[in-house]
């Protein structure tokens, strides 16, 4: 069936977690709360992880790989709330930190890692940036979740280039005209560093405060497309404690454009479900469209919950299905079965799709479902 419409592009891809994937199992999955604003964090980090660790040794995690992750556990804290860690018998694979503490501690040891909360992190910290403007230039901020924030710096720095002169005398229309050419000028230095930073970390959304002139003019400077992804802070350039609130109004604006985000997509999967086009609505249509590569965007909801359903993969990428029998339809004499929002995740990752996590009520009380590339 032909592509009907463009599907908004805000699923997440993770390359890298499709790496992890491509390792051979057994994995371990660890999600532990690493509070670092209490007395003795580091301790307090490490008696939850005794409790976690127990549990993935009796479950068959090998004690190398659990000695790999003690070393992680201490100085967590000083890097998030949250120490997420995915390992196999050969080691440590992967490592992230979040701001928020997880809703439980989560150790796993199992066919296949548990990513649905790393992929709900990364969907909640959009790459972005934060503009401090004023009529001299503007300072340029890219925030990028587990990698460096960059920041540059734009514009004529000289104040007497951009100085307005009080009326009166005989040169006053030329300075005057000398201080508005100078403004558009800087603004148009913000923009082209503005686009520059934009498309070098895909920034998703454009936080801008300082002088209201000066917005205006990189608002105009700025292409149409990244035009609409700005959005005003309170706050300024000058060094006087503004940055408080500009950092709680990016704050505010980041989650705003992340629920933006997931409803854009979240419409586009109701309109392709009304057509009976390109969507899959149950798990059974989801496994199938993943087996058949047509997976565009799968929509999972994983609550951590151990009841989850299974699911059944094969060596293969597309190797996935509701049964043992769905997959050894392939031509394969075993099949595993795993969580199913695990399973599905893993089939999407590695054929291309992106990831979105959404409210259960969407999916009708489904762990999956999807956009289909066709």
Same mark, same amino acid.
């Not at 009796?58 to 949250?82: F, K, N, Y």
């Not at 990513?115 to 969907?123: A, D, H, I, S, T």
């Not at 769905?326 to 291309?352: E, I, Y």
């Given at each position: 069936?032909?592509? #009907?419409?463009?599907?908004?592009?805000?699923?997440?891809? @993770?390359?890298?977690?499709?790496?992890?994937?491509?390792?051979?199992?057994?994995?371990?999955?660890?999600?532990?709360?690493?509070?670092?604003?209490?007395?003795?964090?580091?301790?307090?980090?490490?008696?939850?992880?005794?409790?976690?660790?127990?549990?993935?040794?009796? #479950?068959? /995690?090998?004690?190398?790989?659990?000695?790999? !992750?003690?070393?992680?556990? $201490?100085?967590?804290?000083?890097?998030?709330?949250?120490?997420?860690?995915?390992?196999?018998?050969?080691?440590?694979?992967?490592?992230?930190?979040?701001?928020?503490?997880?809703?439980?501690?989560?150790?796993?040891?199992?066919?296949?890692?548990?990513?649905?909360?790393?992929? +709900?992190?990364?969907?909640?910290?959009?790459?972005?940036?934060?503009?401090?403007?004023?009529?001299?230039?503007?300072?340029?901020?890219?925030?990028?979740?587990?990698? $460096?924030?960059?920041?540059?710096?734009?514009?004529?720095?000289?104040?007497? /280039?951009?100085?307005?002169?009080?009326?009166?005398?005989?040169?006053?229309?030329?300075?005057?005209?000398?201080?508005?050419?100078?403004?558009?000028?800087?603004?148009? @230095?913000?923009? #082209?560093?503005?686009?520059?930073?934009?498309?070098?970390?895909?920034?998703?959304?454009?936080?801008?405060?300082?002088?209201?002139?000066?917005?205006?003019?990189?608002?105009? /400077?700025?292409?149409?497309?990244?035009?609409?992804?700005?959005?005003?802070?309170?706050?300024?350039?000058?060094?006087?404690?503004?940055? &408080?609130?500009?950092?709680?109004?990016?704050?505010?604006?980041?989650?705003?454009?992340?629920?933006?985000?997931?409803?854009?997509?979240? +419409?586009?999967?109701? +309109?392709?479900?009304?057509?009976?086009?390109?969507?899959?609505?149950? %798990?059974?249509?989801?496994?199938?469209?993943?087996?058949?590569?047509?997976? +565009?965007?799968?929509?999972?909801?994983?609550?951590?919950?151990?009841?989850?359903?299974?699911?059944?993969?094969?060596?293969?990428?597309?190797?996935?299905?509701?049964?043992?029998?769905?997959?050894?339809?392939?031509?394969?004499?075993?099949?595993?079965? #795993?969580?199913?929002?695990?399973?599905?995740?893993?089939? %999407?990752?590695?054929?291309?799709? &992106?990831?979105?996590?959404?409210?259960?009520?969407?999916?009708?009380?489904?762990?999956?479902?999807? !956009?289909?590339?066709?």
């Amino acid at each position: 069936m032909e592509s #009907a419409g463009t599907t908004p592009h805000v699923a997440v891809n @993770a390359p890298d977690l499709a790496e992890v994937l491509q390792a051979p199992g057994p994995f371990a999955t660890v999600y532990l709360a690493t509070v670092g604003d209490v007395d003795n964090a580091a301790q307090r980090s490490e008696l939850r992880w005794r409790g976690v660790r127990d549990a993935l040794a009796d #479950a068959g /995690a090998p004690e190398s790989t659990l000695e790999e !992750i003690d070393a992680l556990v $201490p100085d967590a804290h000083h890097r998030g709330q949250c120490l997420s860690v995915v390992a196999n018998g050969d080691g440590v694979l992967h490592v992230e930190h979040h701001p928020e503490e997880p809703k439980r501690d989560i150790g796993r040891w199992a066919p296949l890692p548990s990513l649905v909360p790393v992929l +709900e992190w990364r969907q909640s910290s959009p790459p972005h940036l934060v503009v401090l403007a004023d009529r001299t230039g503007a300072d340029v901020i890219g925030f990028r979740r587990e990698l $460096p924030d960059v920041m540059r710096e734009a514009g004529d720095q000289d104040g007497d /280039a951009v100085r307005k002169v009080h009326p009166g005398g005989w040169s006053q229309r030329r300075y005057q005209e000398r201080a508005e050419n100078a403004w558009e000028h800087n603004a148009d @230095a913000a923009a #082209a560093e503005v686009a520059r930073m934009a498309e070098r970390i895909g920034a998703r959304l454009i936080v801008a405060a300082g002088d209201v002139r000066a917005l205006q003019l990189l608002r105009d /400077a700025l292409p149409r497309e990244l035009a609409d992804l700005l959005a005003a802070a309170d706050g300024n350039r000058a060094p006087d404690g503004s940055a &408080g609130t500009t950092a709680d109004d990016a704050v505010r604006l980041v989650a705003d454009a992340v629920a933006r985000d997931t409803v854009a997509l979240i +419409e586009k999967f109701r +309109e392709e479900k009304g057509q009976g086009d390109r969507a899959a609505a149950g %798990a059974a249509r989801t496994m199938e469209a993943l087996a058949q590569g047509r997976v +565009e965007v799968l929509l999972v909801d994983d609550d951590a919950m151990e009841d989850t359903p299974i699911a059944w993969f094969g060596p293969e990428p597309t190797m996935v299905g509701m049964t043992e029998a769905d997959v050894k339809a392939f031509g394969v004499d075993t099949a595993t079965a #795993a969580r199913l929002p695990d399973v599905a995740v893993r089939a %999407a990752l590695l054929t291309s799709a &992106g990831v979105r996590v959404v409210p259960g009520a969407v999916l009708d009380g489904d762990p999956v479902a999807a !956009i289909l590339r066709w």
